[in-house]
């Protein structure tokens, strides 16, 4: 069963073009990864302030794995010469319901 990772990202107004020009540009670091199923990252609109990042994973297990890897955490690592732009950030982790077997 698949599940869903969101990383709801706060965003200070006024940085939300930085954090997107961050993310299109290591857009693909995460294809390879086993278990990878899909990326989205998901713009504020009416009614929310937050930056949403979804990632979707065939297993809970293959999240798992890429959350402690060396690759993420070198794609998470900040660079001296870049502030990170989000202030905080909340994952909410879901699997996702196949209404088939239901």
């Given at each position: 069963m698949s599940v869903v990772?969101?990383?709801?990202?706060?965003?200070p107004e006024g940085e939300g073009?930085?954090?997107?020009?961050?993310?299109?540009?290591?857009r693909h670091s995460v294809d390879?990864?086993?278990g990878f199923e899909?990326?989205?990252?998901?713009r504020p609109t009416a009614g929310e302030d937050r930056y949403f990042v979804l990632t979707q994973w065939a297993t809970q297990q293959d999240f798992e794995h890429w959350r402690?890897?060396?690759?993420n955490h070198a794609a998470h690592a900040h660079d001296a010469s870049h502030k990170?732009?989000?202030?905080?950030?909340?994952?909410l982790e879901f699997e996702v319901v196949d209404l088939e077997e239901i």
């Open positions: 990772v969101i990383n709801a990202l706060e965003v073009a930085e954090l997107e020009r961050r993310f299109a540009a290591r390879g990864q086993p899909s990326f989205q990252l998901l402690d890897s060396r690759a990170p732009v989000a202030t905080g950030a909340h994952l």
